[in-house]
């Protein structure tokens, strides 16, 4: 018997309705059940029931195969994940090229299966470059804690212990990809050299020695002065200081060097020389080169001589000027003897050191007259001093 009822209302068979209620008959196409709003399934929009079985259906399907660059599926982690589970943890990422990025509990390292530079960049999505600081960590800020902040440091490679050839790796510090400003070498075992505006190697310094520091030449002199502090460089191989007062010095025993304005060029020299031993004639004690400008010069000599039967103290001074270009050197001002000992009965006949102005050279020559006890020798030290005017 059917049974209807209702009143104004659709009526229904209830043995109908009980059978499209449990899917025994009367069942809706899935195509026609829509869904509203679309669900979007790994890039596939579907509008109705069976569109969105038949996507789901594709992706399940695929987690059994391993994945492509098109298709969803298995990716293998062995060996880059430790902890799998609820908690997963990354422990290594292997790039397509070989290279391999792992950590431990305290080392993050770089490996790759070729030889050559590895680089490690930092790239920013904006069109300006940003900015990289490497920083260790920063104390913490408690009233009751004297700790330190964390210590950083850079090491280069060890080298093999089991090869006396093999080096420790250098280190450099570039400004931009070429030009090299700071730069740290292991030129032979145990000799390490530090290297100023160059990547230094055994050819800027032949034979090294430990704990040394190489500078390389600056393209020119320092012109203007500098505000607050010096600048030291080198130039044509000697080492420079140019102070804010103006001066330009040149470091070391000798020559002091310094310029003070354009047109001015002082050299002082000063020389202390134990000339050994003579028995006859003149000695050379110092010696002053021409050069292809004019110079002036002030020479002020101190020297001792001491010999079988005396001894004998000078002191003598004389101004030479040298007119450059190949020329001859001029006395200007007569050798004066400001003083002169003489101590015992051979002391009394020795002649007094002179300047000799030979040539294009200016020398210092002892002299004594040779009267005392033959075959005796005097011993001669000297203590000389030359100022020279240039460019006047």
Request: net charge negative.
């Amino acid at each position: 018997m059917q049974n209807f009822f209702g009143s104004g209302r659709l009526a229904v068979n209830t043995n109908d309705f009980k059978n499209h209620t449990n899917g025994s008959t009367l069942k809706h196409e899935s195509s026609t059940i829509t869904i509203s709003p679309t669900v979007i399934l790994d890039g596939y929009e579907a509008d109705n029931v069976k569109a969105a079985l038949v996507r789901l259906g594709e992706i399940t399907n695929n987690l059994s195969n391993e994945a492509t660059t098109t298709v969803l599926g298995l990716i293998q982690m062995t060996g880059d994940l430790d902890n799998v589970g609820s908690s997963p943890k990354v422990k290594r990422v292997t790039g397509n090229s070989g290279s391999i990025l792992e950590s431990d509990a305290r080392t993050v390292s770089f490996t790759h299966t070729t030889s050559g530079t590895n680089v490690i960049g930092f790239k920013s999505s904006s069109t300006s470059p940003s900015d990289l600081e490497i920083r260790s960590q920063t104390s913490s800020v408690n009233l009751f804690s004297s700790a330190n902040g964390g210590a950083l440091a850079l090491k280069t490679g060890a080298r093999n212990t089991l090869s006396g050839s093999s080096r420790n790796g250098s280190y450099a510090v570039y400004l931009g990809s070429t030009d090299v400003v700071l730069s740290a070498n292991n030129l032979a075992s145990s000799v390490n050299v530090l290297g100023l505006f160059k990547n230094v190697t055994t050819t800027e310094v032949p034979s090294p020695i430990n704990n040394a520091v190489y500078v390389a030449d600056a393209s020119a002199d320092q012109s203007s002065s500098p505000v607050d502090g010096s600048v030291l460089y080198s130039r044509s191989g000697k080492l420079k200081v140019k102070y804010a007062n103006g001066d330009n010095f040149i470091l070391g025993d000798h020559p002091d060097e310094w310029i003070s304005g354009e047109a001015s060029y002082r050299k002082v020299y000063n020389r202390v020389a134990n000339v050994g031993t003579s028995s006859m004639g003149p000695v050379e004690v110092f010696a002053i080169a021409a050069t292809a400008e004019p110079w002036m010069a002030f020479v002020e000599s101190t020297i001792i001589g001491a010999g079988v039967g005396g001894m004998a103290t000078y002191k003598i001074y004389g101004a030479y000027y040298f007119d450059g270009g190949g020329g001859g050197i001029t006395q200007i001002d007569p050798i004066n003897i400001v003083e002169q000992r003489n101590l015992g009965t051979t002391a009394v006949d020795w002649n007094p050191p002179s300047f000799n102005p030979s040539g294009t050279g200016l020398t210092t020559l002892t002299l004594y007259s040779g009267d005392h006890t033959s075959g005796s020798v005097i011993d001669w030290v000297a203590y000389t001093t030359c100022v020279v005017y240039s460019a006047l």
